[in-house]
């Protein structure tokens, strides 16, 4: 690892702390995080030719503090400016209630009057540390655009009222729900990119499981914090096999196993199996179960289906959510055949719960295996046509012309 690399990553893990100790002393979560974001900025640009200083977290502060100080002058504030001056004559230190000042972020960033995309940006602004631009680039959209919706996430966590601490017992499980909702839908952008070129994003299911394992360390207690965890290491670790040398996109069922990451394996059956031991049992330790499931199996056919359905049966039952229902019909078809999954598809269908393309691919995958081939097709030309990830669309686009050039033959 060059120095810049290693400076970059410091500052990853630093920026939540410098952040949570600023917001802490100073309260302004906005103005907190832009000083925030500047002290990274010139850490960034000075650390890598003059060394890492002794205190980095130290260092990072004062430049801050500093910063906070100036936009106190500028709002020509008495009062703010004799309360700063006093607060900044004291040499900031390294913050002592980190944990809770991180965890506290989390929650502040997940708040729940955000909509998800709004909570996901401002994570990954206060949280990893990344610039606007970052993550412009990681959701295809204009920098000016996401600037925006940064923007108004914070005013809607100021206008809110929210105080910077861990909510309180009544409220503590429903709002963790959220925290834990942010980083799963950061890993699911970063593994299957919605749009774009590109299969993938391998820079930010990185970014999520790093935060998966931060709040891993700050509740290690927490049998869902375990499960999120597992279950992205468990999803990421098959990322060497998800690909062929072209970038094409290879199904789970084609993939070469001896190119998952077994120490991603090994880490993430652990936690999982922590996770299940937890109570009460919740659905990130259950879909942890199912990829261990997945993981364990040496090849596609010593997939223990049955034990996946049983999972993915209680998952239907306690999330009632449309996917879970997606993901029980593709096991009800290996364990009872394909009319049996299709049978469960049509109901989803008639519910209009999920408008997706998955559903049109799934459809065509149990139509190919009853042999309806020119059901198949058409489904998998509805299924390319509903996808902006480029390799998906030509994956599904190139099965719909295989079936196709056999019914030629």
């Not at 049992?281 to 049955?306: F, I, M, S």
Request: glycine share 8%; net charge negative; hydrophobic share 45%.
């Amino acid at each position: 690892m060059n120095r810049e690399t290693g400076v970059e990553s410091l500052l990853r893990g630093l920026a939540p702390q410098a952040l949570g100790a600023v917001v802490r002393r100073y309260g302004r979560f906005a103005d907190a995080e832009d000083a925030v974001q500047e002290a990274l900025a010139a850490a960034a640009a000075q650390w890598p030719a003059d060394g890492v200083p002794d205190n980095p977290l130290g260092w990072l502060l004062r430049v801050a503090s500093r910063r906070m100080a100036d936009l106190a002058r500028s709002a020509g504030s008495r009062r703010r400016r004799e309360n700063l001056a006093a607060s900044s004559s004291r040499e900031p230190s390294d913050p002592a209630p980190g944990r809770d000042d991180t965890l506290a972020l989390f929650f502040m960033c997940c708040h729940p009057a955000l909509s998800p995309v709004s909570a996901v940006a401002l994570t990954l602004r206060a949280l990893g540390g990344l610039t606007t631009r970052e993550i412009a680039a990681a959701f295809l959209v204009p920098e000016a655009t996401m600037a925006q919706r940064i923007s108004r996430a914070k005013r809607t966590v100021a206008e809110s009222g929210a105080r910077f601490a861990v909510p309180d017992e009544g409220t503590y499980a429903e709002r963790l729900a959220l925290v834990l909702r942010v980083v799963y839908l950061v890993f699911n952008e970063g593994y299957a990119t919605s749009a774009g070129p590109d299969l993938d994003r391998t820079d930010l299911a990185a970014e999520a499981i790093r935060l998966g394992r931060l709040l891993h360390e700050l509740l290690p207690d927490q049998p869902e914090a375990s499960g999120l965890l597992a279950l992205m290491l468990l999803t990421e670790a098959r990322r060497p096999a998800r690909t062929a040398a072209d970038g094409a996109l290879v199904p789970l069922a084609g993939q070469d196993r001896a190119r998952w990451d077994r120490s991603l394996i090994t880490e993430g059956t652990g936690l999982a199996t922590t996770a299940l031991e937890g109570e009460p049992v919740g659905e990130y330790a259950l879909q942890a179960a199912v990829a261990a499931l997945h993981d364990a199996a040496p090849r596609e056919e010593d997939t223990d289906w049955e034990r996946i359905l049983a999972l993915y049966s209680v998952l239907d039952g306690m999330t009632d959510n449309p996917v879970m229902r997606l993901n029980r019909a593709v096991a009800v078809s290996m364990v009872e055949g394909p009319d049996a999954g299709l049978a469960l598809l049509d109901d989803l269908s008639a519910s209009g719960q999920l408008r997706s393309h998955r559903v049109h691919a799934v459809r065509a995958h149990l139509l190919e295996r009853t042999g309806d081939t020119d059901g198949a097709r058409a489904e998998y030309a509805a299924a390319a046509a509903g996808t902006d990830n480029l390799r998906e669309r030509d994956y599904l686009t190139a099965k719909a012309a295989a079936l196709a050039h056999a019914d030629d033959g």
